[in-house]
């Protein structure tokens, strides 16, 4: 069975402040996805990256980076420079192969308040 | 690029009762997924559709249904509706089957069973 886990329920941060959002997996799996999405009160996720089991490189997208380490089994999320917008639930989820198909499991999010 | 479309948005039926709530992907799209999200379970995938035929299956009662059409549209169905099926059902489509792929989320139903 895979499992992710975000212990972080609820982060508070003010504007300009870096933050960083846990994610913490298991999967019996050697090939598997992770992602990160977005959920704004709108309620429509929104993507914002994956990851394949075998590239452990590092990501940046703007004021957005990822830091996969399959040692520890981990996917954290920084947002650096935290703006009122980023305000959102986010959610971190894998994807491994079980019994031949891939079956998305998804952390129970973090909510993330910006204030200004 | 349309992006996916819900219909409806929100729904409110009693216990007992069945309904049918609809999804467009996103044009090419052949894949089209389920999701229920609830306080208390959080996200949960309910299945996968890829060219008319169930692919993937989460661990939901036969209650949950759904179906695909050739025009890759899909259609889920619960039928007699506990309380606990109040929850908001989210849409996802892919132009590739499986969920290893980036997916693109509607703005879900809100289903609310009195």
């Known amino acids: 069975a895979q499992k992710v886990t975000q212990a972080q329920t609820e982060i508070s941060v003010v504007e300009k402040e870096d933050v960083t959002l846990d994610c913490v997996y298991e999967t019996r799996d050697t090939t598997y996805y992770l992602f990160w999405y977005k959920q704004p009160p709108s309620g429509e996720l929104v993507f914002l990256i994956r990851?394949?089991?075998?590239?452990?490189q590092n990501e940046i997208s703007g004021r957005y980076s990822w830091n996969f380490q399959k040692s520890t089994s981990s996917f954290n999320f920084t947002i650096t420079a935290s703006q009122v917008v980023d305000s959102a639930v986010y959610f971190c989820a894998l994807s491994g192969r079980s019994g031949g198909s891939y079956i998305p499991t998804f952390g129970r999010g973090t909510s993330l308040i910006v204030h200004p | 690029k349309a992006g996916v479309t819900q219909t409806p948005r929100y729904l409110i039926k009693t216990r007992g009762q069945q309904v049918t709530l609809s999804c467009s992907p996103i044009?090419?799209?052949?894949?089209v997924s389920w999701y229920q999200q609830t306080p208390g379970q959080g996200l949960q995938f309910l299945f996968e559709?890829?060219?008319?035929?169930?692919?993937n299956k989460g661990n939901f009662p036969g209650r949950f249904s759904g179906r695909q059409f050739s025009n890759s549209r899909s259609e889920m169905n619960v039928s007699t509706l506990e309380l606990g099926d109040s929850a908001l059902y989210l849409c996802a489509s892919s132009s590739r089957q499986g969920s290893g792929h980036e997916q693109f989320f509607g703005p879900g139903t809100r289903l609310t069973v009195l």
């Open positions: 559709y890829f060219s008319e035929t169930q692919r």
């Open positions: 990851r394949n089991s075998f590239d452990e």
């Open positions: 044009s090419g799209h052949r894949s």
